[in-house]
């Protein structure tokens, strides 16, 4: 369990949140292909359906699998959201990092200099 992957790849430090040399990764890589569908799936269940529409049940038939692997995955409706928000943080943070025509994303300090 536990998919939270952002809240330990961009820690703020001491002297500021920087990305780690890893964080070009993809997140997904790391989780279970059933929990990467899941959340591919929460993804698409809240864009079409909004937040109330996010159910385990919608998510798990967008991810065609049981109900029963989102608690197994995540825990619970609140740790799919919240693993769902820290990816989606995750990709608007490395967008906002990576300069234009450039694949690897830009530490903090790189854009400050």
Do not use: C
């Not at 234009?100 to 400050?112: K, Q, V, Y």
């Amino acid at each position: 369990m536990g998919a939270t992957f952002v809240n330990r790849r961009l820690a703020p430090t001491g002297q500021g949140a920087v990305v780690p040399e890893d964080a070009a990764r993809d997140p997904l890589e790391e989780l279970h292909p059933t929990a990467k569908a899941i959340l591919i799936a929460a993804r698409t269940v809240l864009r079409e359906r909004g937040m109330a529409g996010l159910t385990i049940e919608a998510v798990a038939n967008e991810a065609n699998t049981s109900r029963t692997q989102i608690p197994y995955h995540f825990g619970s409706r609140a740790g799919l959201i919240e693993a769902l928000f820290d990816w989606l943080f995750y990709e608007v943070w490395m967008r906002f990092l990576r300069p234009p025509g450039e694949a690897r994303p830009m530490t903090i300090r790189e854009s400050l200099e």
